[in-house]
């Protein structure tokens, strides 16, 4: 018997969009793959604009589809980068951009029993109908451990703010647009 361990080493995959969720669940996936000593694998899955079909019927969206791959690209360095600036992660990393769904793509990715797939669950509240679906996905078909990151405190107070920005943008533009009339039945009468 040799000294040399043919297993591989383990994985940490991780579900990256760039959404604040995907980066609250990169961060969560690095200190997961720090505490294994574990590879930390990011993937970026993408489709084209309307999907496969719509490429297959559409001899112009073949055309692009490097164009999306790059710019796929970009958004995954954008988001590792939001994660760990200008510093190293310290830590083997091997980024993918891959193209397909993200839930049956994270799923291929994070094949082995010793891997660990991360994924972000979504929004929290009545807008969870309509997200999380990856890792809904995930959860129901990977065949290593999930681990669903929920989203940080921190983004449903950013979307309070967002929210109550818009909310204070449409009663400015009300106020704008009722004082403009006001105005013109002034000068016009």
Partial sequence: MSGYDASPTPRVV?????SLGSVTALRRATAEARRRGAELWPVLAWEPP????????SPACSLVAEEWQRLARARLISALDDVFGETCPHLPLCALVVRGTPGRSLVAIASRDDDVLVV??????????????VARYCVAHASCPVLAVPPSPLESD?????RR????RRLDTRELLEGDARWRRLHEG
């Fill in 120 to 133: 972000g669950t979504g929004q929290r509240g009545w807008r969870r109908a309509f997200s999380g679906r």
């Fill in 14 to 18: 991780v579900g990256v969009s760039g």
């Fill in 50 to 57: 309307g999907g496969e079909l719509a490429t297959q019927r």
């Fill in 158 to 162: 950013l979307t309070a703010v967002h």
């Fill in 165 to 168: 920005n818009a909310w204070h």
